[in-house]
């Protein structure tokens, strides 16, 4: 079994910083991909950041040069500091990992932790 473990998150006033950190846990041969997806109230699902291992690193536009996700591979660990925040950062961010298990990849999330920006 395979569990992504997140932490951080909270409420913070706009230009504020947060740190989210999720962690893979369980029995699995590689992880592919990991990062960040955002759900605002209303609206879809969206990538945040994502780490892909062949070395590359996607963020989205609305999140350059404000968030920077950074990896632990020895700790099978991604995190995402959240800088100068806007209200419009507001939502439950979900961590993702794509993880190559018994043969096969499998796309796991986390269950998601609430950021709130106020204004």
């Known amino acids: 079994q395979v569990q992504l473990v997140e932490s951080g998150g909270g409420l913070v006033q706009a230009g504020g910083s947060l740190r989210l950190s999720c962690a893979a846990s369980g029995n699995f041969f590689s992880i592919n991909t990991m990062g960040w997806y955002r759900q605002a109230p209303g609206k879809q699902r969206e990538l945040v950041a994502i780490?892909?291992?062949?070395?590359?690193?996607n963020y989205a536009d609305s999140v350059k040069g404000r968030f920077t996700l950074s990896i632990d591979n020895a700790k099978n660990t991604v995190y995402l500091d959240l800088n100068s925040l806007k209200p419009e950062d507001t939502a439950v961010y979900y961590c993702?990992?794509?993880?190559?298990?018994?043969?096969?990849?499998?796309?796991?999330w986390g269950q998601g932790t609430q950021v709130t920006v106020s204004s």
């Open positions: 780490f892909i291992s062949s070395g590359s690193t």
């Open positions: 993702t990992a794509d993880i190559f298990r018994d043969h096969l990849q499998y796309r796991y």
